[in-house]
């Protein structure tokens, strides 16, 4: 399939959901060498899903906040790796020896469902800013 048929498939209904108040995750599994990493980043010349998707949700941001001036949209993005099933943040700071290579535990409350206990999570303000996170 091709990124962007891949993105039409799963990404454009991920964005859908997510504009209607569910939460949103995209989960890349398969064997070392399967195509994970450029299904989700593509190339500069054919973005994947990632990409893709980070630019279309600003994009749908703007239309809503465009029809109405009184909302307003945050978005931040978390990076986890599930590895022998084992949780990590990706973008925790590995000079940090506090939290370098600490395992996550998901755990699900009344106030924030199910949610990834200590994960980082970083405000970006573009799909820009939004894919240079994990850059």
């Not at 239309?63 to 001036?69: G, W």
């Amino acid at each position: 399939a091709t990124q962007a048929r891949v993105y039409e498939d799963l990404g454009r209904p991920l964005v859908d959901a997510a504009f209607e108040g569910f939460s949103s995750c995209i989960f890349a599994y398969g064997m070392t060498g399967s195509g994970k990493t450029h299904s989700m980043t593509g190339t500069p010349e054919d973005p994947g899903l990632a990409p893709r998707v980070v630019s279309d949700v600003f994009r749908s941001l703007a239309t809503v906040e465009r029809q109405d001036p009184g909302l307003a949209g945050t978005i931040t993005v978390s990076y986890t790796e599930i590895y022998n099933e084992t949780l990590k943040d990706l973008l925790a700071d590995p000079r940090d020896l506090r939290t370098a290579g600490e395992a996550l535990e998901i755990r699900e409350n009344s106030l924030e469902g199910v949610h990834v206990k200590g994960l980082r999570e970083i405000r970006v303000r573009s799909a820009e800013e939004g894919m240079e996170v994990k850059a």
